[in-house]
């Protein structure tokens, strides 16, 4: 789910030559469609994701882990964007993602995340009417993040994580967007079982998940879209 509320400010001359301001506010919220993705282990501490986001755009990200024990830390940057033509008008929009992965990991199956971060986006337009004539724009938005979510492993193969999301555009409109999901990570979990006195797993291999967004995500009154709903992202 996905909701969106922005305020604008617009400045007028009224009548008797007096300067005058106008401000708006709107707010939307509605259903997003799932996001479904991959993550490959490259080496040890670096892995990247791959995800068809909202069935609507593709995404790609490196996560580099820097720490990990009770308190896990590591950086996550991505790639995100789609581009469509119809009726001669091109249309493009593209995100760069910068989340840092915070977790606290309360037990072996239980690990609380925050990824604050940035994003900035990008959105290019292009029309050509057929005749020779042509043009394009491009607009660019920058954005702060901020999720929590926790991460729930049920077993070795499976963990539920919960999510929000929200985020703030710095420049430009007024807009806030926030993001809340259910994730479901499939395959190889963490192994945090040495935190309970346990000898970890001989096994251990790279958590799934990872942080995208925001909101992303995962579209706004903005220079751009605001970033489509970003993945749940799991223990770093």
Same mark, same amino acid.
């Given at each position: 789910?996905? *909701? ?26 509605? #259903? ?36 990990? *024990? ?21 249309? *493009? ?34 029309v050509n009417n057929g005749s020779g004539a042509s043009g394009s ?11 929590l979510g926790v991460d729930i492993r049920t077993s070795k193969t ?24 259910? *994730? ?5 979990? #963490?192994?945090?079982?040495?935190l309970g006195g346990e000898p970890a797993s001989p096994t251990e ?19 751009? #879209? ?11």
């Amino acid at each position: 789910m996905i *909701g969106v509320s922005y305020n604008t400010t617009t400045a007028s001359t009224n009548a008797s030559g007096a300067a005058t301001t106008q401000n708006t506010t709107a707010s939307l919220v509605v #259903p997003m469609v799932p996001t479904f993705g991959a993550r490959v282990g490259m080496v040890d501490g670096f892995d990247m994701g791959f995800r068809l986001q909202n069935l609507d755009s593709l995404a790609v990200d490196g996560k580099i882990r820097l720490l990990r *024990g009770t308190f896990d830390i590591a950086v996550d940057p991505g790639v995100q964007g789609f581009y469509a033509i119809a009726n001669n008008v091109g249309f *493009g929009v593209f995100y760069l993602h910068l989340p840092v992965l915070l977790g606290l990991n309360v037990s072996k199956n239980v690990s609380i995340v925050a990824s604050p971060g940035i994003v900035y986006d990008i959105a290019t337009a292009s029309v050509n009417n057929g005749s020779g004539a042509s043009g394009s724009a491009t607009a660019t938005g920058l954005w702060g993040r901020l999720g929590l979510g926790v991460d729930i492993r049920t077993s070795k193969t499976l963990a539920i994580h919960p999510e929000i999301t929200a985020m703030q555009q710095i420049n430009g409109v007024d807009a806030l967007v926030w993001v809340a999901g259910l *994730g479901f990570n499939i395959g190889a979990q #963490p192994d945090y079982s040495d935190l309970g006195g346990e000898p970890a797993s001989p096994t251990e291999t790279a958590p799934a998940g990872g942080g995208g967004a925001s909101p992303a995500p995962s579209a706004s009154p903005s220079s751009a #879209p605001p970033p489509p709903a970003p993945a749940p992202s799991s223990s770093p």
